[in-house]
């Protein structure tokens, strides 16, 4: 029993040391980042906070009709 134990770990250990060169070759071979073969490499988003938008205050410097207007500063 012995001896399959110690043959069943050296055939796994030669295994993974295969399965992981195979993964390092596979590895070596892709490039390093794969933003850099992008056509908008180095390209960045710059966003801008709209400005809140204010109750109306009208087109009559904060009155809302042109009545209101005229009637305060008649006075």
């Not at 960045?44 to 500063?73: A, C, N, R, V």
Request: no cysteine; hydrophobic share 25%.
């Amino acid at each position: 029993m012995a001896e399959t134990t110690s043959t069943f770990k050296s055939i796994n250990s030669g295994n993974i040391s295969s399965t992981n060169s195979d993964v390092n070759d596979s590895l070596s071979s892709t490039p390093a980042s794969p933003r850099s073969l992008s056509p908008f490499y180095g390209w960045t988003i710059k966003y801008q906070t709209l400005p809140k938008k204010t109750d109306s205050q009208g087109i009559w410097d904060g009155y809302q009709t042109k009545e209101e207007f005229i009637m305060m500063h008649i006075r």
